[in-house]
């Protein structure tokens, strides 16, 4: 006979669970506890290793196994723009443009979504606060739309802006350090078109400050920013929290915090760690031989404040003239590419890894064994791999050049080729963020689309000319389809033993960390996780943080 919880069948005549998404979380755990739908399962054989847990599919020859995912590495990248040694095009035509940062709205069927924003001081317009947006074309060009005015503002130095992009909310938000005042301010810019935004308020976050930059966790209503500056008298780096309320858009500042008191002129930089639910403010020290240090910050939205984590230090290494970038990948890790003073100016990768409020540094590595200047980074989480952009120091009328490396848990490997050309002129800065396009880019905005997986390279030629080009990193296929997935492994096999398949209504208790009552999906690489990825492929539904309803 079929039950009914408040007029909702959730158990059929054949004692299996249904529409268990709109029932409470208290009703799906008694549920499963009851033992109903469980029991569900079939043998077949193993290809390949399965470990407890493991999501399963069911090949053509009739053996299982876990999803998994190949990644065809680009060795060097490729670009879109192969013509002029890889330049690229501009972006502010022959002005000169310095202070440049850029996002991407990773959006899908929103208004602008799927367009980079680059933001930037117009030198040549009496240092006019701008920004050009831009998106994929299926040629790996670029649609460059024209620069725009951002609120009427004029900003100072060459590292005058930075700018995020708040997922939820579908808008970028800007810091930047005005003219005149020295004053660091910020403002939401809001998609209003195909490629064009509205400017909010400005809101001051401190005056007599410089070299702003922000980061945001996407994860809160109220949302949560930090936004990092050096003091002008004593380079001292602070952040400040704030956040943006979405009903009103009204933007709330919190309390400064200290990172640094004093000698932080090498530069800094801010990530969000998205699995620790933590920002990283990493620097260079130039009172303490220019060594790289992080801190972790822990944002307490419900006061609108910071807490910061003890510093964690890189001392084998001497950073200066903020000739590092930053850049969050996963699983905790954030990666640095730097200059090292200490060894010939050689590029040199490390990967700091939170945890808690601390974390550690791994070696060091020599990513170029040359003289280089203004490093960029970006990351492709489509491959797990990291984009750098570097000057050849040292040698006049020289190039951008371009090195990638894929992620390890303690180390990265770079390319067997040598570092590709972007251009034959001069090189000058690089932008504060080199941003991934992911699986939502195309020639038509507001509507879903197929994904190229690029990295935005932004930098600047002799003349301080803005230019940009599309890095393609590689590809990436998996062996899970809409319609191949059949369930869970009841517990560890190797290759060609005989497994057990939890199927559709079996309740698999070897999970970790699930939210009661929420879905679950089956991840490219044969992982679960709580958003849909591509394919999109229901697992089952969390009774529990370690029980799996297996759909199936």
């Given at each position: 006979?079929?039950?009914?919880?408040?007029?909702?069948?959730?158990?059929?005549?054949?004692?299996?669970?249904?529409?268990?998404?709109?029932?409470?979380?208290?009703?799906?755990?008694?549920?499963?506890?009851?033992?109903?739908?469980?029991?569900?399962?079939?043998?077949?054989?193993?290809?390949?290793?399965?470990?407890?847990?493991?999501?399963v599919?069911?090949?053509?020859?009739?053996?299982?196994?876990?999803?998994?995912?190949?990644?065809?590495?680009?060795?060097?990248a490729?670009?879109?723009?192969?013509?002029?040694?890889?330049?690229?095009?501009?972006?502010?035509?022959?002005?000169?443009?310095?202070?440049?940062?850029?996002?991407?709205?990773?959006n899908?069927?929103?208004?602008?979504?799927?367009?980079?924003?680059?933001?930037?001081?117009?030198?040549?317009?009496?240092?006019?606060?701008?920004?050009?947006?831009?998106?994929?074309?299926?040629?790996?060009?670029?649609n460059?739309?024209?620069?725009?005015?951002?609120?009427?503002?004029?900003?100072?130095?060459?590292?005058?802006?930075?700018?995020?992009f708040?997922?939820?909310?579908?808008?970028?938000?800007?810091?930047?350090?005005?003219?005149?005042?020295?004053?660091?301010?910020?403002?939401?810019?809001?998609?209003?078109?195909?490629?064009?935004?509205?400017?909010?308020?400005?809101?001051?976050?401190?005056?007599?400050?410089?070299?702003?930059?922000?980061?945001?966790?996407?994860?809160?209503?109220?949302?949560?920013?930090?936004?990092?500056?050096?003091?002008?008298?004593?380079?001292?780096?602070?952040?400040?929290?704030?956040?943006?309320?979405?009903?009103n858009?009204?933007?709330?500042?919190?309390?400064?915090?200290?990172?640094?008191?004093?000698?932080?002129?090498?530069?800094?930089?801010?990530v969000?760690?998205?699995?620790?639910?933590?920002?990283?403010?990493?620097?260079?020290?130039?009172?303490?031989?220019k060594n790289?240090?992080?801190?972790?910050?822990?944002?307490?939205?419900?006061?609108?404040?910071l807490?910061?984590?003890?510093?964690v230090?890189?001392?084998?290494?001497?950073?200066?003239?903020?000739?590092?970038?930053?850049?969050?990948?996963?699983?905790?890790?954030?990666?640095?590419?730097?200059?090292?003073?200490?060894?010939?100016?050689?590029?040199?990768?490390?990967?700091?890894?939170?945890?808690?409020?601390?974390?550690?540094?791994s070696?060091?590595?020599v990513?170029?064994?040359?003289?280089?200047?203004?490093?960029?980074?970006?990351y492709?989480?489509?491959?797990?791999?990291?984009?750098?952009?570097?000057?050849?120091?040292?040698?006049?009328?020289?190039?951008?050049?371009?090195?990638?490396?894929?992620?390890?848990?303690?180390?990265?490997?770079?390319?067997?080729?040598s570092?590709?050309?972007?251009?034959?002129?001069?090189?000058?800065?690089?932008?504060?963020?080199?941003?991934?396009?992911?699986?939502?880019?195309?020639t038509?905005?507001?509507?879903?689309?197929?994904?190229?997986?690029?990295?935005?390279?932004?930098?600047?030629?002799?003349?301080?000319?803005?230019?940009?080009?599309i890095?393609?990193?590689g590809?990436?296929?998996?062996?899970?389809?809409?319609?191949?997935?059949?369930?869970?492994s009841?517990?560890?096999?190797?290759?060609?033993?005989?497994?057990?398949?939890?199927?559709?209504?079996?309740?698999?208790?070897?999970?970790?960390?699930?939210?009661?009552?929420?879905?679950?999906?089956?991840?490219?690489?044969?992982?679960?996780?709580?958003?849909?990825?591509?394919?999109?492929?229901?697992?089952?539904?969390a009774?529990?943080?370690?029980k799996?309803?297996?759909?199936?």
């Amino acid at each position: 006979m079929a039950i009914k919880v408040g007029g909702t069948e959730v158990v059929d005549n054949n004692r299996q669970l249904k529409n268990i998404a709109s029932v409470d979380a208290t009703t799906v755990a008694a549920l499963g506890t009851a033992g109903v739908g469980g029991g569900n399962s079939f043998d077949a054989t193993a290809s390949g290793a399965l470990a407890n847990g493991d999501p399963v599919i069911i090949n053509a020859n009739g053996t299982v196994s876990k999803p998994a995912l190949t990644v065809s590495a680009n060795d060097p990248a490729t670009f879109g723009y192969s013509s002029n040694s890889n330049q690229g095009t501009t972006i502010n035509g022959t002005g000169q443009t310095q202070g440049l940062s850029a996002a991407y709205n990773s959006n899908s069927g929103t208004t602008g979504a799927g367009a980079f924003l680059v933001t930037f001081r117009d030198a040549s317009a009496s240092d006019a606060l701008k920004g050009n947006m831009m998106t994929i074309r299926t040629d790996g060009e670029l649609n460059v739309e024209g620069e725009f005015s951002i609120g009427g503002e004029t900003v100072e130095g060459s590292r005058a802006t930075d700018v995020c992009f708040n997922e939820p909310l579908n808008i970028f938000f800007i810091a930047y350090r005005k003219k005149a005042s020295d004053t660091v301010s910020v403002r939401a810019l809001t998609p209003n078109g195909a490629r064009t935004i509205s400017g909010g308020s400005a809101y001051t976050i401190k005056t007599d400050t410089l070299a702003p930059r922000i980061a945001t966790d996407n994860n809160n209503d109220p949302y949560n920013f930090v936004v990092t500056f050096l003091e002008s008298n004593n380079s001292a780096l602070m952040a400040k929290p704030f956040q943006y309320n979405s009903s009103n858009g009204v933007i709330t500042v919190g309390s400064e915090v200290t990172i640094e008191s004093s000698s932080c002129a090498g530069g800094h930089h801010i990530v969000y760690d998205s699995t620790n639910d933590k920002f990283i403010v990493t620097y260079a020290n130039t009172g303490d031989n220019k060594n790289i240090k992080t801190k972790v910050i822990t944002f307490d939205g419900s006061g609108n404040s910071l807490s910061v984590g003890s510093e964690v230090e890189l001392s084998s290494v001497s950073v200066g003239d903020f000739n590092f970038g930053t850049v969050f990948t996963t699983s905790g890790k954030t990666v640095i590419a730097m200059k090292d003073e200490d060894n010939s100016n050689y590029l040199t990768t490390a990967i700091f890894t939170t945890s808690g409020t601390g974390g550690s540094f791994s070696s060091t590595q020599v990513a170029v064994s040359q003289d280089v200047d203004n490093v960029s980074i970006g990351y492709d989480d489509n491959t797990n791999r990291v984009g750098i952009a570097f000057k050849n120091g040292g040698v006049t009328n020289t190039v951008t050049n371009f090195t990638t490396a894929s992620v390890g848990a303690s180390s990265l490997t770079f390319q067997s080729s040598s570092p590709a050309s972007l251009g034959t002129t001069n090189s000058e800065k690089g932008s504060a963020r080199m941003p991934f396009s992911g699986t939502n880019v195309g020639t038509t905005l507001d509507t879903a689309r197929t994904g190229d997986n690029k990295l935005l390279v932004v930098f600047t030629t002799q003349g301080d000319y803005g230019r940009v080009n599309i890095a393609n990193l590689g590809s990436t296929s998996t062996s899970l389809t809409s319609t191949n997935y059949i369930g869970i492994s009841d517990a560890a096999y190797s290759d060609g033993q005989t497994a057990t398949v939890q199927t559709m209504g079996a309740i698999d208790d070897a999970q970790s960390s699930l939210t009661p009552a929420a879905k679950q999906y089956v991840q490219k690489d044969g992982t679960i996780g709580s958003s849909a990825s591509t394919p999109s492929v229901e697992a089952g539904l969390a009774l529990s943080a370690t029980k799996l309803l297996v759909k199936g």
